[in-house]
């Protein structure tokens, strides 16, 4: 019954910067984390950064590490993400999803519970 909702996300030009948003609704408990991850026609789905709900650790897939930055708000059920300095090779479907792990797993299906619908986020060169 839980549902992840994701707002943002867009068409933008190389070097500009876009926030993504992502509700989580209908949880009866807090999760252990929350992430981001993304998807390119014909490229499996990868990790891109995730934070754990308490405490706020937050970890980043080394492509974005220093661009990107998650953040949350608890009392809102939300994580965010700013992206900044885009590139092309950014361009991708995201995906939010709350987590069992407390860190980033090289499987996804070890740690995710729950997918976000997926928005397009689109940088031009």
């Known amino acids: 019954q839980v549902l992840l909702v994701e707002t943002g996300g867009g068409l933008v030009q190389a070097g500009d910067s876009l926030k993504l948003y992502c509700e989580a609704r209908g949880q009866t408990s807090a999760p252990n984390s929350m992430g981001w991850f993304r998807q390119s026609p014909g490229k499996e789905r990868e990790f891109v950064s995730m934070i754990t709900w308490i405490g706020g650790i937050d970890w980043y897939t080394p492509s974005v590490k220093g661009r990107f930055t998650i953040s949350k708000n608890n009392a809102r059920n939300t994580i965010y993400l700013q992206m900044d300095n885009l590139k092309a090779e950014d361009t991708a479907v995201y995906y939010c999803?709350?987590?069992?792990?407390?860190?980033?797993?090289?499987?996804?299906?070890?740690?995710?519970?729950?997918w976000g619908q997926g928005i397009q986020v689109t940088v031009s060169s």
């Open positions: 999803a709350t987590l069992k792990s407390f860190r980033p797993v090289s499987r996804l299906t070890d740690t995710v519970l729950h």
